[in-house]
């Protein structure tokens, strides 16, 4: 199994991007599916999460309203859509896969998941 993040990059505060994921090597549509990220200095924390049927999501408090998860069970990937960023928003973006609980619902922990991207770097500049 692999997962293949991009969509990361340099952009200013109030701007935006759209981070994909797309797994292969088998199957997840009725897996969860999950973003976090890791500051400089600090450690990997929970960002949003989406249920296998994506009508449930979960957000940490410091992105609510401001990005978007989703997925395309279709092409196995899952997306994030981050607006108005923050330069508290600098971070490596990990996408997460729960391959353990088929129709599940989705977790916040990194414990929850068991496959990772390798990340991809989202650089917000003020």
């Known amino acids: 199994v692999q997962l293949q993040a991009c969509g990361g990059g340099s952009v200013q505060a109030g701007g935006s991007l759209r981070l994909s994921c797309a797994a292969s090597?088998?199957?997840?549509?009725?897996?969860?599916m999950a973003w976090f990220r890791q500051a400089p200095g600090k450690e990997r924390e929970f960002v949003a999460a989406i249920e296998w049927t994506g009508r449930n999501t979960y957000y940490a408090d410091s992105v609510k309203g401001r990005w978007t998860i989703s997925r395309d069970n279709a092409k196995n990937t899952v997306y994030l859509q981050m607006n108005s960023l923050e330069s508290e928003d600098t971070a490596i973006y990990y996408c997460?896969?729960?391959?353990?609980?088929?129709?599940?619902?989705?977790?916040?922990?990194?414990?929850?998941?068991?496959?990772w991207g390798q990340g991809t770097l989202v650089t917000v500049s003020s």
């Open positions: 997460a896969i729960d391959g353990s609980r088929p129709k599940g619902g989705a977790g916040v922990k990194e414990s929850d998941y068991d496959y």
């Open positions: 090597g088998r199957t997840f549509s009725t897996y969860a």
